[in-house]
């Protein structure tokens, strides 16, 4: 989706070429490398010893550490309001998690055996898991602030993000080819799907006198192929929106679209709604209205901007120099009126 709007043709030219960028070339391949760090970094915690409820909370802390980067990197200031809508749709989003993860079957949330709570070595793994998913929560937190600065500083293309971005990153995939392989080798191994064409498809059916079987692809290929389809649309609007407005409001945004997504998955599958789900999603719906009415508010508000009073001054001035231009003009042309009248007295006394 990005290369098409990423090209152009060059007159004489057969092969389109990369439109000039906008942004420099380093940018984009700061957030490539912290992205690429941001997602071995969650993989790596998934390794250790961390519980699923810990894991969701941290996963939820997204908004939090924003804010945090934003006010000691950033020098942000959040008005109270603001931070307590963050809190609500962070704390809303962890209880309605909490909740569906509670009512899974026993056997989804047994541990391994061998291992207790209560061994040194467990809480050494751990302690390492946890380590690890406070860095990769912070550092995902610097990333959106600066993917901020760079659309502030140099304008809104989040095409030319939307692309680069994913270009940059396809030569970090080559260090883990043996997982894409091993990956791979799973899906074709699921059960086998017939495409066919029949009479019941529109337009064509009316030609076909007999079903025409075309080929047969194993089911989770056709499962990937329409999750990597929708990721396209999702990944699309989140660029957009990162270049639209602040990484907290985006992360806002985010969190509501998660706590939708479970939503949807209670429905589809016939999950049992608990008290807690229902409370949790009351308190993200509640925050998001707040957060939403703080930002308007703060976007209403002027900014005390010292450019923007220079600016101010300065057309003062020249306000000003103006009005004071056309006293002179004005003083110059009642004086030049009495001259000519005493001129013509003079010559009316001759005559």
Known sequence: MGLPSHLHRVPGEWIP?????????????????????VSIVNNLALGYKISIPLHIIFRSAGLIANMVCGYLVMHKRYPVRQVLAVLMVSVGVVLATLASVSDLPAEHQKEEPGMSHGSSYVVHESFIGISLLTF???????????????????GKHWQEGLFYNHFLALPMFLFLYRDILNQANALSQSHLVIVSLNES?????????STINLFTVPWLWISLVCNVLSQLVCVSGVHRMTSMSSS?????????????????SVLLFKNR???GMLFGCTLVFLGTFAYSQTANASANRPA?????????????KDDKDKSGLDEGIGSGAQMAGRNAENVLRQRAKET
Do not use: H
Request: charged share 15%; with cysteine.
């Open 304 to 316: 005390n901007n010292p450019d923007n009073n220079r600016a101010n001054a300065c057309i003062d």
């Open 201 to 209: 498809i529109p337009v064509i059916g009316r030609f076909l006198t």
């Open 248 to 264: 907290l409001t985006l992360n806002v945004v985010l969190n509501l679209r998660k706590l939708v997504s479970l939503v949807f």
């Open 273 to 275: 709604v608990t008290p």
């Open 17 to 37: 070429r990369l439109k000039p960028r906008k942004v420099p070339l380093r940018r984009w391949l700061v957030m490539v490398s912290l992205y690429f760090i």
């Open 136 to 154: 990769g929560v912070f550092l995902a937190a610097m990333l959106g602030l600066y993917q901020e600065s760079t659309y502030r500083i140099y």
